[in-house]
């Protein structure tokens, strides 16, 4: 059971994953996500699904070294099992034809962005990308991504790929020049956070797709709460996928942080043993 | 399968019932106490949350526990309880010294012996309806403890019996989610000869009885002895399956099953719509107990954190407030307080509960209701603004409501906080099955004594169904939909009734 069929190292500390699990595959939609686990001690932590394949039965997930878990996840190899993997969880993306699409992907974001961009190409819309990250190594996906994108624009804070600066100068570049009648964003809280910003100026609809920290994933512990309009809402029944004009981003922020003592002791006893 | 009235008056007059009868008379049963279950002491046993509270009795303790009971020609205990125990029956093989047997009475109609004796609340159900309690207002026989000695006994014993089950029949049937309420469907329907598969969303069998009630009440090997027993009987369990999400009910129909029992509990944690919810340190029951009995959160080996306070603060009078505030004890809590709204003769949790969690050191903040959270350092909760309350007249519960005083408001430190208020139901089945009658409460409508929805092959139990019970209350659904499942498909599918 879910085993680890393809391992392919984008970076340093990113790793696309592609496992066997038939039924996801099939019920998958894009924006949809998964909750893993590794070992018999593991952590539950949730990962959007990046893509799948129904006729090999695999689903390919793209993780980024942080903690204990993650790096757990990162260190398996081809032929490995990963112990437990549930899903597809969460809503769907709500795909229509609007026209233009700019979807703006930073890091590992552009992971669970490419099914989205698939999809929006394929419901018939333009659609842009941005891809942002910190440097060229670390810009990820970027044939895939253009395989189902108009345009696609590369942004690096060094300017060693693409052009230099940030993901909200490439989105300024396109609104001045062209209609944009809907923003997807995936990408860091803080990076969210201001893609939000830019396109609430020009009053732009945009979702934004949330990783929150999850315990079930399925509505049952609230771990994954965010305020959306004033109200709160689960990141994982309701979302991932929300209003990113309504998000409070600040309070997101502060509670992905919630754990930081707690999983810098995690590491510090995981590297001892 | 269980017996009728008739079946338990004629077992009464056994030549062994009538021997045992005589051999005490009615006043030297009446004289004897109530045993006393023995518990680890408080300080010890908060030192770990997989300490069970309370201990074993001996063989004497059970025989002589046994003889208090009458044997009586009407049982009135039996009709407190949900599923239909035969008690006397039981009972009086304890007296006898024949524990296995015991055992296999309970097995007749409880999937679940030993977590029942553990966590069902006896004193309203069987206990309350004791000869003892109704006619001489003393102590109850104590039925629960004498349950869980029998299944303790087999267990430990190493001897398992596997009850009878029917001939396959060939006919599969699903239910979603593998707590109480779902556990104890599929032994009656594997009984009768169904091909069950349970399919769980988490990753360990067990629902409730895994991720909510903490090991210093039910330890999970017990769960799993029990789990094990369903599964020699050819239950089979898939987990990590979300029924309604990696396949929907449309593809298990195309895969065979002719009926589901839906058992998928409560899955929404309540909250109150205060402000400062949302900071860190503040956690609902459902995710605090999660972190730590499923994840294992208080073992250091663990990848799961959980954040540990000096001050906690649990909100709510439940049992489920009750685990919360007593594993905050457990987690190393200097204070762990519960804050409720009422006074304690309000509070739902079980009086069993409220006693170990005050002997625990645990203080109880009554007629009091949190208004406010304030954040300190790193948007962690630091203090919650406290406001005192007042009973008036009695609300739609029955009980007196609570008022708020105003300006009577006063702040605590906390900086761990555990939201106990209660759960609504699970939505991903009301919401992925289309013709499913959903009452306003998101629970699934059910005909009330057939458990059976507006869709025919759809049945439902439990929390789904009720919005919020006990185990035995859950365990009870289970027993009842599958009779008349069972019932339905035999005239839907013309099978061949077989008794066992």
Redesign the interface.
């Known amino acids: 059971m879910n085993k680890i069929v393809e391992k392919e190292h984008f970076s340093e500390r990113v790793v696309k994953i592609v496992v066997e699990a038939p039924l996801i595959a099939k019920s998958r939609k894009p924006g949809n996500f998964v909750i893993v686990r590794v070992g018999e001690q593991g952590e539950r932590i949730p990962l959007t699904i990046a893509g799948a394949d129904i006729q090999k039965g695999t689903i390919s997930l793209v993780v980024q070294k942080m903690g204990v878990s993650t790096t757990k996840l990162c260190d398996l190899e081809v032929g490995d099992c990963i112990t437990d993997l549930v899903g597809p969880l969460g809503q769907p993306t709500e795909i229509h034809q609007v026209g233009t699409v700019l979807a703006c992907g930073g890091g590992v974001g552009v992971a669970p962005l490419l099914p989205i961009v698939e999809a929006y190409k394929k419901a018939g819309n333009r659609v842009v990308t941005i891809l942002a990250a910190r440097s060229k190594e670390l810009v990820i996906l970027e044939d895939e991504v253009r395989k189902w994108s108009d345009e696609v624009i590369v942004m690096t804070d060094d300017g060693s790929y693409g052009k230099k600066g940030l993901i909200t100068e490439g989105m300024e570049e396109v609104i001045r020049r062209e209609k944009v009648d809907e923003c997807v964003t995936i990408g860091p809280a803080i990076m969210m956070k201001f893609c939000a910003l830019t396109t609430k100026k020009h009053a732009i609809p945009t979702v934004a797709s949330l990783n929150a920290i999850m315990v079930d994933g399925t509505g049952m512990c609230g771990a994954c709460r965010v305020t959306v309009g004033g109200k709160t809402r689960f990141t994982c029944v309701d979302g991932p996928e929300f209003d990113a004009h309504k998000i409070d981003f600040d309070e997101m922020m502060a509670r992905l942080a919630g754990y930081k003592p707690e999983e810098q002791e995690k590491m510090e006893h995981f590297l001892q043993q | 399968m269980e017996r009728s009235d008739e079946q338990i008056k004629k077992e009464r007059k056994q030549p062994w019932r009538v021997e045992l009868q005589k051999k005490n008379k009615a006043k030297d049963r009446m004289a004897i106490q109530r045993v006393v279950m023995p518990e680890v002491e408080p300080e010890e046993r908060i030192k770990s949350q997989r300490i069970e509270v309370n201990s074993q009795l001996t063989k004497e303790q059970v025989m002589q526990e046994a003889t208090r009971c009458m044997d009586c020609v009407n049982p009135t205990c039996m009709e407190g309880c949900p599923v239909s125990i035969n008690i006397p029956g039981f009972i009086k093989r304890i007296e006898r010294g024949e524990f296995q047997e015991a055992a296999s009475v309970l097995k007749e109609t409880s999937a679940l012996p030993a977590v029942c004796g553990r966590v069902c609340p006896q004193e309203k159900q069987c206990e309350a309806k004791c000869f003892y309690v109704e006619k001489l207002n003393r102590p109850a026989v104590a039925i629960g403890y004498l349950e869980r000695f029998a299944a303790d006994y087999e267990r430990e014993s190493g001897t398992i019996s596997v009850p009878v089950v029917a001939e396959a029949n060939g006919v599969k049937v699903a239910v979603v989610g593998s707590g109480p309420s779902g556990l104890s469907f599929a032994g009656d329907m594997i009984k009768l000869g169904y091909e069950v598969t349970v399919f769980e969303?988490?990753?360990e069998i067990g629902g409730v009885l895994k991720?909510g009630i903490p090991e210093f009440r039910l330890p999970n090997a017990v769960v799993d002895v029990e789990i094990e027993n369903l599964r020699m009987m050819g239950v089979k369990f898939v987990?990590?399956?979300?029924v309604g999400?990696?396949?929907?009910l449309d593809d298990l129909k195309e895969a065979g099953f002719k009926a589901f029992y839906v058992a998928s509990g409560a899955?929404?944690?309540r909250?109150m719509?205060i402000p400062g919810?949302?900071?860190?340190?503040i956690?609902?029951s459902?995710?605090y107990l999660?972190?730590v009995n499923l994840?294992?959160a208080d073992?250091?080996?663990?990848?799961?954190?959980?954040?540990r306070g000096k001050n906690v603060v649990v909100v709510g009078g439940g049992n489920t407030a009750m685990d919360s505030v007593r594993t905050a004890k457990r987690l190393g809590a200097e204070r762990a307080m519960i804050v409720y709204r009422r006074s304690k003769e309000e509070m739902p949790a079980r009086k069993e509960e409220v006693h170990h969690a005050l002997q625990e050191g645990v203080e109880f903040l009554t007629l009091s209701n949190p208004v406010e959270y304030i954040a300190g350092e790193?948007?962690?909760v630091s203090q919650v603004k406290i406001q005192k309350m007042e009973l008036g007249e009695p609300d739609a519960s029955g009980r007196r409501r609570p008022v708020p005083i105003e300006g009577s408001e006063y702040l605590i430190d906390a900086s761990v906080v555990v939201v106990a208020v209660g759960v609504s139901p699970?939505?991903?089945i009301p919401n992925t099955v289309k013709g499913l009658n959903v009452s306003k409460w998101g629970t699934i409508e059910v005909e009330q004594d057939k458990m059976q929805s507006s869709i025919p092959e759809l049945f439902a139990g439990g929390d789904i169904v009720r919005g919020g019970a006990t185990v035995i209350l859950a365990m009870g659904d289970g027993r009842k939909a599958a009779a008349n499942m069972d019932n339905y498909l035999k005239k839907k599918h013309q099978i061949q009734a077989r008794g066992v």
């Open positions: 969303a988490l990753h991720y987990a990590n399956f979300i999400q990696t396949a929907s899955g929404l944690p909250f719509n919810e949302n900071l860190n340190g956690f609902s459902n995710e999660t972190r994840m294992g073992n250091v080996d663990s990848d799961t954190p959980v954040l790193n948007g962690r699970n939505p991903l």
